[in-house]
């Protein structure tokens, strides 16, 4: 079984400052891996995903994560906050390929940004 | 262009009642999804359906039911049986085996018991 953990429900940043939203996962197989942003009242907004290819994956409104194998975790990063990444964040893993039987969701992650 | 409709946006279910829950996709895309969202609690699966008059659960499905006659639309009962449906119901599709791995999000529909 696949699953999902995403340290910290509520990560608080000043605007400008680095982004960092972190994301571990557990899979018994390659896994596929993927960031989506929510806005309040609104559906998901794919940030970025990784599939096997660099493990340095870029995303739209500047941000990149990288996979770590050895670490088991694909973690979101951006240099710097701005009002707009405001949201919240979810890391999702499928191990079965094109995920036909679904994705695996963390809990999410509340971004903060501090004026 | 091409996307995912959900509705309707918000809607409020009295006790016992059954309520449907519209999804409808013009991307032609073979997998359709549900997925049901509290807070604290991320996205949990309901069902899905990789393919026309085929569907299966995922892993809350109990009080739910699904069916899937056209490929562009898989709606959503909650049924009576479903005793704490208050939540942010999200319908999803993608093309799987395609490698286009990325999954197309409706805007969500809100259901509130009263």
């Known amino acids: 079984a696949q699953s999902v953990t995403q340290l910290g429900s509520h990560v608080s940043v000043s605007e400008g400052a680095l982004v960092l939203l972190r994301c571990n996962y557990s899979?018994?197989?390659?896994?596929?891996l993927f960031w989506y942003v929510q806005y309040p009242n609104q559906g998901l907004q794919l940030l970025l995903k990784y599939t096997s290819a660099a493990t340095l994956v870029k995303g739209i409104n500047g941000f990149e994560a990288e996979f770590k194998k050895s670490e088991t975790s694909f973690h979101l990063t951006k240099p710097s906050a701005h009002m707009s990444d405001a949201a919240e964040y979810f890391c999702a893993v499928s191990d079965s390929g094109g995920g036909a039987d679904g994705l695996t969701f963390g809990k999410g992650t509340h971004l903060i940004i501090q004026p | 262009d091409g996307g995912i409709t959900q509705s309707p946006k918000y809607l409020f279910r009295k006790e016992g009642q059954n309520v449907t829950l519209s999804c409808e996709q013009n991307?032609?895309?073979?997998?359709m999804y549900w997925y049901r969202q509290d807070p604290g609690q991320g996205l949990r699966l309901i069902y899905y359906s990789q393919i026309v008059n085929d569907f299966q659960k995922g892993d809350i499905a109990e009080g739910y039911s699904v069916s899937r006659e056209k490929k562009e639309s898989f709606p959503l009962t909650v049924t009576s049986a479903q005793k704490n449906p208050t939540a942010f119901y999200l319908c999803?599709?993608?093309?799987?085996?395609?490698?286009?791995?990325?999954?197309?999000f409706g805007s969500g529909t809100r259901l509130t018991v009263v």
């Open positions: 991307l032609n895309h073979d997998a």
């Open positions: 899979s018994s197989v390659p896994p596929y």
């Open positions: 999803a599709s993608s093309t799987p085996g395609t490698g286009n791995y990325g999954y197309t």
